[in-house]
């Protein structure tokens, strides 16, 4: 009988319903909603679909053990006790990452030190050598969760963050994350038939998601997992699924996705990105004025797009005028259109004069935003859960949150109990 584990794979904020409706679509089992993504049982086929099919989700779990850690022995020994030959070598790379909250151990460095210290502990002892720590490209990448003084211990399948499908070849300007892309186009409701345009295209993340989805191409297909570095990976069984996978896909016939921006090096852009994704003849990428938005008449197609907010792009003064102008293309010209727009600038966004648009708040790279989706000409839409704004409400706690090497741990050469903080990469060395 094939080993049965549990998984937990995580998500934007917001986005809990659509991967939990994405998982049950994938057949995975025993899937249990919670905040910040899923917990699913499965063996480690189920982990290779997941991985290689979950378009919202951002990373996927293996939970290894929980138990109490109120203090740094006890975190120790519990590390010390896992079997981490199943993960790897002796002369392999690690990394520790970690959250803490509610619990003695506050001190993220120190929690991954600690940890770190028993996983090369264990192999020390059992082989005479002990694996190194990589920052970069690490084989193995262990995660601790404590929660009032519960230790959850787990290794990261994925091997690095899902949003980094492979084939973006142009960076652009704060490009739109892959899983976000993705998700925008699933809350849209789009029929994966009728056309789609984004005329703020930028380097045609939406363009590109949208054809994967439409098109039942893998959102893992590009790259490698963190699982394929682990002892043991049976990498005949993965190309088999890859090629079966490979083997599903299937272009709607007549299906256009145009992308639109008024920067030409955002179309170049795009169009390289197109080609490394193998869509170069499935898209079309045109210079385009969004305050001159004019589609064919009776398409009834779908607009989904992420217009600049102010922030990290465009200047707010003059994207008023580009949001007045918009607004008013779209009430002119797009009777029976559905748009999905994603919105990180209230005031902005109140100037496209919407009708009661349907809202959805998400999180856009640190930034709050707002899913705006509205049948141009039609019925209002029916409100959609929105745990965001459930959370919001509630008035939680946020994680401390700590990673060696992105400087998020600690506060700086502080001593308490033992748990001192320092050089991030020499406290795992």
């Not at 439409?214 to 890859?242: I, T």
């Not at 090096?265 to 170069?280: L, V």
């Not at 502080?414 to 991030?424: F, I, L």
């Amino acid at each position: 009988m094939k080993r049965r584990e549990h998984y937990f794979a995580t998500c934007a904020p917001g986005l809990e319903p659509l991967l939990h409706e994405e998982a049950k679509q994938l057949g995975l089992m025993r899937i249990e909603r919670q905040v910040g993504g899923i917990l699913f049982e499965g063996s480690v086929e189920d982990v290779w679909r997941a991985n290689l099919g979950l378009r919202t989700a951002v990373r996927i779990f293996l939970r290894l053990a929980r138990y109490e850690a109120k203090n740094s022995d006890e975190l120790y020994r519990g590390a010390f006790e896992v079997d981490w030959t199943r993960f790897l070598k002796p002369e392999g790379t690690l990394i520790v990452d970690s959250q803490t909250r509610e619990s003695e151990l506050f001190h993220t460095h120190f929690i991954q030190q600690r940890v770190k210290d028993g996983v090369v502990d264990q192999f020390r002892e059992r082989f005479g050598v002990r694996p190194s720590v990589s920052v970069d490209e690490p084989d193995l990448r262990i995660h601790v969760h404590l929660f009032r003084d519960r230790a959850t211990l787990s290794v990261d399948t994925s091997g690095g963050s899902l949003h980094k499908r492979g084939w973006r070849a142009y960076q652009g300007r704060a490009p739109l994350a892959e899983t976000l892309a993705a998700a925008i186009v699933l809350l849209s409701d789009w029929d994966r038939r009728s056309p789609l345009l984004d005329p703020f295209c930028g380097s045609g993340s939406i363009a590109i998601e949208a054809a994967a989805l439409a098109a039942g191409v893998a959102p893992g297909s590009w790259r490698r997992f963190g699982f394929e570095n682990w002892p043991g990976h049976d990498a005949a069984g993965m190309a088999a699924l890859r090629k079966q996978l490979s083997q599903q896909v299937h272009w709607p016939k007549k299906l256009r996705i145009l992308g639109f921006d008024s920067d030409p090096e955002q179309i170049e852009g795009a169009r390289e990105n197109a080609a490394s994704a193998g869509f170069e003849s499935r898209l079309e990428f045109e210079l385009g004025d969004a305050c001159q938005f004019a589609p064919r008449a009776g398409w009834n197609g779908w607009i989904v797009t992420n217009p600049p907010y102010g922030l990290r792009v465009g200047d707010v003064p003059e994207l008023e005028r580009v949001y007045r102008q918009f607004g008013s293309r779209l009430r002119e010209n797009c009777q029976g259109y559905q748009l999905a727009l994603l919105s990180g600038n209230r005031d902005l966004s109140t100037l496209l004069e919407l009708s009661k648009p349907r809202k959805t708040e998400l999180l856009n790279g640190g930034i709050d935003c707002m899913l705006l989706e509205s049948r141009l000409g039609g019925e209002y839409l029916e409100p959609r859960e929105n745990p965001r704004k459930e959370r919001r409400k509630r008035r939680r706690q946020p994680f401390k949150r700590g990673k060696v090497g992105g400087g998020q741990g600690g506060e700086g050469r502080r001593t308490h109990g033992g748990q001192t903080s320092g050089d991030s990469n020499a406290a795992q060395s």
